[in-house]
């Protein structure tokens, strides 16, 4: 089947190009001896996991407990589920979790969390890794300071049940590389060693080598690429592997284009530019949403698309729309080679 | 299972409210004689769509053809799919289902849509009922003038396969009434009535008396509510039905917790006061949404809430939120009644 043949609106990956997003950061990062981990967040599929493993990485990151279950089915052995898991239901799951996969690792920001999961792994019989988050920057989790992430990882490794695996952050920042020298000689006196540095991020994925603390990198949107990741100057929009196909259903006015995809296909994460890249009319913007809507201002094109006329969008944020559709189309060369469930789509908890 | 037992984020409905919503909304209608056509793409739930029947709908509005196919599956006989379909795909699934479904109708804003529509439906030997969709100032899609209108109509009329259904539009306003008069007494002289005159839209349904013209009325919103529906004023807050809870897995700072939901879990539509209320914390501000992370300010609040505490989220933009849950439950006093998968979730074409 030809990607002409494929009905509006679908979601396509190019292949090549994801295959050399993928080789090309790997490529890097071992360049610099650097551990790469990608964030299945991205395209939540796992066949591209094992693309990202095989290619040469050491496993994956999964931002929920359902992601992580998925991927270990599919046969994905070191996860790395970069957030704070408590509650009775999410603990049982996680103690049946880490009982077969070996290399799960997970993290932590406060003692409320490394309690609930030591508590778990001691009642479970195994041991678990665990990773304490500090903020570099984000605002976002994390603990605040040098002194309150090492009493953390202190009371990891006494904890029954539990393994202190190092530090975990995203993004990677200039506040990471003064954090991590100094929660590692607050723990030297301890003799607990710094095992892993954890650090991520796309937008600031070539320059992973300037944080010599970090010494494994988490990128998520690298794999697919979008016009926020090209805007950030990490990836070409030529690079960018993920896009939407539409089709003009509407054509009102004379400057007026109506797409068959708004907010339930693009989402509503806009960059200030509109809602998307039109491939065929950059002059084109996608000014609004609906839900099932995407309304385009054909004013600054010379040429303007006829109803019925498809066009190819790059949108702002790949991760949120890829969460969007059943299914992705893996096309080369024009035609149709692959089509892969988003097995881990509104897997929330 | 309690509500209290539910692992989180998790959506639910409570079912007295949302037996309420259908319920008011239904008796303005049928106070006023206009019939009750609810859109489905808040819910996108068969049994929920089959609650509005039984309340008196006169059938339901889809957006997307496949949302028509599992509704049309699950027993529902009158459908509108208010939206222009064309191209091969769509068209020869569209003779299936207008084979199995007397009562479908769909709309057309072009001759390009007509024709498509007309060649395809003569070909499948079947009769589609066709509203032309005119702008009564959404500037989406649709006719702009009277006189496009009516002339489209004449084509619809005249077009094999097909058969003139009346207009429709959204939401309805104040053009509205202006409109489909004009439009009335041109089809006058060529004996075109207009059958039906379907207008929409929650946050003005109970000003629907109000149109005259419009002989049916599409809400979708309405059965769920939402914040900016509350904000409008159609409903209360203590109306909204669908929230989603969530717990605090992180408090970093003082001020600051962080939510088990992010964009992945209410969507990126942002009211102007963040991305939803927290019912428990209605002081408390969800500022920014990372995929997974919902970061809140709680530095309004006199208590704040603790890390493991559940907070009930009303989103919003509920329509958008419920599309990204597999499934929704539904609770009455405190306790778990059913679990609905969202069945036409996901389904873009």
Redesign the interface.
């Known amino acids: 089947m030809k990607i002409s043949q494929l009905?509006?609106?679908?979601a396509v990956v190019d292949l090549d190009k994801l295959e050399a997003n993928i080789k090309r950061l790997q490529a890097y990062l071992d360049e610099h001896g650097i551990a790469n981990r990608p964030h299945m967040?991205t395209h939540k599929i796992p066949e591209i996991a094992h693309m990202q493993i095989k290619a040469g990485a050491v496993g994956i990151n999964c931002?929920?407990l359902g992601e992580a279950e998925v991927m270990a089915q599919a046969g994905i052995e070191d996860i790395l589920i970069t957030?704070?898991l408590?509650?009775q239901?999410?603990l049982e799951r996680l103690q049946r979790l880490a009982h077969r996969l070996p290399r799960l690792s997970v993290v932590a920001?406060?003692p409320?969390?490394v309690q609930g999961l030591s508590r778990a792994m001691e009642e479970a019989g195994v041991t678990l890794t665990v990773l304490v988050e500090f903020?570099s920057g984000s605002?976002?989790?994390?603990?605040?300071t040098p002194e309150e992430t090492a009493e953390l990882a202190r009371l990891i490794a006494r904890s029954p049940g539990l393994r202190f695996g190092g530090l975990m952050t995203y993004p990677s920042t200039a506040k990471t590389d003064a954090v991590v020298p100094a929660v590692k000689s607050l723990l030297a006196g301890d003799g607990i060693p710094l095992e892993r540095v954890s650090g991520g991020g796309s937008p600031n994925m070539w320059e992973a080598h300037t944080h010599p603390a970090v010494t494994e990198h988490r990128a998520g949107t690298y794999v697919y690429g979008d016009r926020d990741l090209a805007a950030s100057g990490a990836v070409t929009l030529e690079q960018c592997a993920f896009s939407v196909i539409t089709?003009i259903?509407?054509?009102?006015?004379a400057e007026?284009g109506?797409l068959?995809?708004g907010?339930?296909?693009f989402?509503?994460?806009?960059s200030g530019k509109g809602f998307g890249l039109v491939v065929e009319y950059p002059e084109a913007n996608i000014y609004k949403l609906?839900?099932?809507?995407g309304?385009v201002d054909l004013s600054a094109c010379a040429r303007k698309p006829e109803?019925?006329e498809r066009l190819t969008v790059i949108p702002n944020h790949c991760?949120?729309v890829s969460?969007?559709?059943?299914q992705i189309v893996g096309v080369r060369g024009g035609e149709v080679e692959v089509i892969w469930p988003v097995a881990c789509?509104?897997?929330?908890?």
């Open positions: 009905d509006t609106p679908v967040k931002q929920k957030y704070n408590m509650g239901a999410k920001d406060s409320f969390i903020d605002n976002r989790c994390g603990t605040q089709t259903v509407s054509r009102p006015t007026r109506i068959d995809g907010s339930k296909t989402s509503s994460d806009h609906n839900e099932e809507h309304y109803i019925g991760c949120v969460n969007l559709f059943n789509r509104g897997l929330l908890q």
